[in-house]
């Protein structure tokens, strides 16, 4: 049934110890084995790209398991049905899941990301990202650690990323005066200009203690981190009393393996400043998505949060897109079509 379509597939032959490479990855071709009963056949239209896939290559224990070593790299992924030999799922059908860095794939709707149907009226791409985790992650780590009122002041680091983006604009839609930390002077007026931010801070150019020092002395309530490092400790020093401080990421750590990322030196301000510090994994919240994804797409049906896709053409660039991540080369959504 399906032998005569040629798969290419993105394999992991080694581990990176510092920056991922294209080296740690063989581009692999061959044909599709048949159609057992009980599976169908996707073909991959977009591929995800998240800071953690770098997490799922090292060897550790993590709260989900490493990718191993000859497997298909994984990714979250959308596509289309066009052979089935399971009775949920029609030729057609547009689906999101764990399909990975490759063209085409087989699945009998089970692993480790459950396989969901697109619904027709939204863009394809969209649950890859603002209808899905990301915009999940910026929902819910913003709303109920963060727990910004009116009148706040928000500061995101990662600002200009779908995460950062979008938990910014979620700040901005309740009333908070919103800083944004990105890095370049393009992403920085993006946020201000498009976006509404009321300021930005352009990390690779201008020193951030100075600039939160004259934006929010002591001042912020609300600091959504995706970043860790020298901008958490910058962030900390210019808390407001009672301020959360939400742990989404620290993305300036590489998620390496060789070397753990440096603690924040100035943690003791959380007991000046009698202020909380926490971390969340989006899928703590699984059984509240619906109504958190309705809302979502009530605000960018609305208007009320833009989005921004980063799109790279062809499966040949799926390791270099996940590298520029941590390099800032994407400029929202980092998406592969294929
Ligand atoms: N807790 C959870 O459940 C959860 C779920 C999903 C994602 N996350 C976290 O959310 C964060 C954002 O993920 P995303 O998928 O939305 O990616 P993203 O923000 O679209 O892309 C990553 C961005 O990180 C910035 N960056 C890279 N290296 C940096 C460094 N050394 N210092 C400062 N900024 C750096 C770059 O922007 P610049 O050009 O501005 O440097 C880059 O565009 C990540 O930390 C990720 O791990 C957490």
Known sequence: MTTDIINRRWVLTSRPQTTVSPRNFELQQSPLPDLREGEFLVRNHYLSFEPAQRGWLNDVPSYIPPVAIGEVMRSMAVGEVIASRHSDYQVGDRLQGGFGWQEYAISDGRGLFPVTRIAANIPMSYPLHIYGLTGLTAYFGLLELGRPRAGDTVVISGAA??????????????????????????????????????????????????????????????FYDNVGGPILDAALVNLANHARVVLCGGIASGYQASELPPGPKNYMQLVIRRSRMEGFIVLDYVDRYGPAIEQLQAWVEAGQIKVKEHIVEGIEHCPSALAGLFAGANFGKQLVKI
């Open 161 to 222: 990323g779908a995460t950062g983006s979008t938990a910014g604009q979620i700040a901005k839609l309740l009333g908070c005066r919103v800083i944004g930390i990105a890095g370049g002077q393009a992403k920085c007026q993006w946020l201000t200009d498009e976006l509404g931010f009321d300021a930005a801070i352009d990390y690779k150019s201008e020193s951030v203690d100075q600039r939160l020092n004259s934006l929010c002395k002591n001042a912020i309530n609300v």
